[in-house]
């Protein structure tokens, strides 16, 4: 699977880094502005709209490297090695999904993960003492939910998508469409909910390090995203034995 | 020994039905014709058999009885497009199908890149439309299948390169094994043929072995395709 993975994303590796790249400007521009415009002192409007605006260019870096990587894996020609192989479906599905969801959330957690990084570093400076305020807790439920609406998003579009999308390429157009609009429905959440996610972390987190002593922030970052992975894993190999019809 | 069967395929697309019930059966050993115009449903057919198209009605009783995704793994498809990104290299293509299909044998890959005269640094966005065809028939033919299906694979080729191209599919032992190559280019590979099937709009409407054309009849096979499909039109 290794050597498979490694040879469709190769057309999309070039993209990706320049995405990569690119998010880490972004990411530096949105974390500056944003930590003085959101999260230090609240009410400088330009900073608030800079940071907005670097989020927003990360999605569309993401979605130009997105469109590669699914023209990579589902149209023709490379669809048809997937099309012709007998290897079980449960490793064709697992290397498509695998390869899409990952690569698609790779910029967004370097943001986020820079995120967490400048919280924590901020909440340690400042030495600002943690309570965890209503509003944290809401936006913690808030973040549980949007994993499980990540999950629901790829259940439902395989389950729709069953036949058309996984048969030859140059079929399933329809398919293609659902399975697009869920990957861009999930970076559109991942746009949305990435600074509250972090505003979240920022209480919670912020709470714990400065209690404990302990780097919450990045560990919960690499839980969440470790959670993530092995729950898409479960719903994939779900998908694979009751809904897709490869 | 029966190696494929087809009974009453039908196949349609929005507003054209391909395939009208088709009737086949395959033996091993056999270099089988698959012969008609443009638009006659060779295509259809053999993504039909590859499993790359759904039948809407109709059964196909695969090698061994193979279903689902085993069925896959009997047959070999050399499409009628480059299925090659043009970034990768002879041997990348190598290595992609290796991992790809689990019935990829290394030594007979090596066989055809040598009968073939294929590169392995070979860019392939560098390659003719010939060398090209040559590296799909040869990965084509370096799985280990029951059945191998060629469509138009002499299509836009040179004479060097067809004549590497049916040297290599001559080459092939075909014991235990077929190939099916469809084609409208009847008088270039007719003399590799034991049996040719003639497709028309869909239905087979004329099988029969090259040595009964050519003994019995006295014709070429390019002959009989032209008073065959001269009759049908």
């Known amino acids: 699977m290794l050597t498979e993975l490694k040879y469709a994303a190769r057309p999309y590796l ?28 609240a009410g400088n409007i330009t900073a608030v709209a800079l940071s907005a605006l670097a989020l927003c260019a990360v999605f569309v870096v993401n979605v130009i490297a997105d469109l590669g ?14 099309a012709l192989t007998p290897q079980p479906r449960w490793r064709v599905l697992l290397s498509r999904v695998i390869f899409i969801l990952v690569w698609d959330n790779v910029t967004l957690y370097i943001a986020l993960a820079g995120l ?16 965890i305020s209503n509003s944290d807790v809401w936006l913690a439920v808030l973040l549980a939910l949007y994993y499980a609406l990540v999950l629901l998003a790829v259940f439902f579009a395989a389950a729709i998508a069953k036949g058309p999308l996984f048969r030859a390429p140059g079929r399933g157009f329809l398919g293609f469409l659902v399975f697009c609009a869920v990957i861009y429905a999930h970076s559109l959440l991942n746009l949305v909910l990435t600074p509250l996610s972090s505003a979240s972390h920022y209480g919670v987190f912020t709470t714990i390090t400065i209690q404990t002593g302990v780097n919450a922030g990045m560990i919960g970052f690499l839980i969440l995203l470790v959670a993530e992975l092995v729950a898409l894993f479960c719903a994939t190999a779900y998908l694979m034995e009751r809904k897709v019809n490869l | 020994m029966t190696l494929l069967t087809i009974r009453g395929l039908e196949k349609s697309y929005p507003g054209k039905k391909a395939l009208h019930g088709v009737d086949l059966t395959l033996e091993s050993g056999k270099i089988i014709g698959l012969l008609g115009p443009n638009t006659a449903g060779k295509t259809t057919l053999l993504k039909t058999i590859a499993g790359l198209l759904r039948p809407d009605r109709g059964e196909i009783i695969y090698p061994g009885g193979a279903v689902g995704r085993a069925a896959k793994g009997t047959v070999s498809l050399l499409p009628d497009i480059s299925i090659f990104p043009a970034w990768m290299r002879v041997r990348d293509a190598f290595a992609y199908f290796q991992a ?34 040559r590296l799909a028939l040869g990965l084509t033919f370096s799985r280990l299948v029951a059945l191998y299906l060629l469509d138009e694979p002499l299509g836009g080729i040179d004479p060097l390169g067809k004549h590497k191209i049916l040297t290599s599919i001559v080459s092939m032992d075909l014991e235990q094994s077929s190939i099916l190559l469809s084609t409208h280019l009847v008088k270039d590979v007719e003399t590799i043929f034991d049996r040719i099937l003639f497709l028309s709009e869909g239905k087979i409407i004329y099988t029969g072995t090259c040595e009964e054309i050519r003994e019995q009849q006295g014709k070429t096979v390019e002959q009989v395709y032209v008073e065959v499909f001269d009759h049908v039109n």
């Open chain 1, 14 to 41: 070039s993209q990706r880094v320049i995405a990569i790249a690119a998010t880490i400007v972004l990411n530096l521009i949105f974390g500056l502005c944003g930590g003085t415009g959101v999260y230090g002192y």
């Open chain 1, 69 to 82: 990587a699914i023209r990579t894996l589902f149209c023709a020609p490379a669809g048809y090695f997937y």
């Open chain 2, 100 to 133: 790809m299909y689990p019935d990829y044998a290394p030594e007979k890959a090596k066989e055809m890149q040598e009968l073939l005269g294929l590169i392995m640094d070979s860019s392939i966005h560098a390659m003719s439309k010939g060398m090209q065809e």
């Open chain 1, 116 to 131: 967490l990084v400048q919280t924590s570093l901020l909440a340690n400076a400042s030495a600002i003492v943690g309570e």
